[in-house]
């Protein structure tokens, strides 16, 4: 059985792909990232050195979306929060990212945070990396091992999305309502209808 490995590197094309392959309890850090994927092929760019781009090699989770974010946003501090689905806030402005690939066997969480540099529009966090990877390797052994009822909780209380008027997006549909809660699978419920997956804006700012 292959040993968990901690692997640091300068370049890659997505330390998701590095990740992949590696056994559970591995984990993936790069300086710079020559393909780093968002959620839904968004591309994730940053300068060489000027964000913590990390993937977390994990047994399969079912809400390991909402435990990931809880726990990059416990990491960060700062008043950072959370927009449903997996976004990282600053001051109401993105900070940084989650990506979840799953198959029955493991998990791989990508984890992406603005440390010294963010797009137009976006915010950066002004933290050490050293810093913020220990605190987030730290916080993600904590919360992936959390009961889902403890994870939902938290997150609700981190949560930017609970109680705005929201547009949800996915193939083929929308809906836009009030987001009134998450249930105990991480869904999304927007004026009683549960979402679980889109891409969600905010509306009347």
Do not use: Y
Request: net charge positive.
């Amino acid at each position: 059985m292959k040993r968990p490995r901690i692997v640091h590197l300068e370049s890659v094309s997505s330390t998701q792909d590095v990740a992949r392959d590696l056994p559970i309890g591995s984990i993936v850090v790069a300086d710079h990232q020559t393909a780093g994927r968002g959620r839904d092929d968004h591309r994730w760019e940053a300068p060489p050195g000027s964000a913590l781009l990390v993937s977390f090699v994990l047994a399969p989770h079912p809400l390991l979306s909402i435990a990931a974010g809880v726990a990059a946003a416990e990491a960060c501090g700062q008043g950072v929060r959370l927009k449903w689905p997996n976004d990282l806030l600053l001051d109401g402005r993105k900070v940084g990212g989650i990506l979840v690939e799953a198959t029955p066997a493991k998990a791989v969480c990508g984890i992406g945070i603005n440390l010294t540099w963010a797009p137009e529009g976006a915010a950066k966090l002004e933290q050490p990396w050293n810093q913020v990877l220990k605190s987030l390797r730290r916080s993600m052994t904590r919360w992936t091992s959390m009961s889902p009822d403890q994870v939902v909780s938290r997150w609700r209380v981190l949560s930017d999305t609970i109680g705005r008027r929201v547009r949800v997006e996915w193939p083929g549909g929308a809906v836009e309502g009030l987001a009134q809660d998450i249930d105990a699978g991480g869904r999304l419920l927007v004026d009683g209808r549960a979402i679980s997956a889109g891409s969600l804006t905010v509306l009347g700012g």
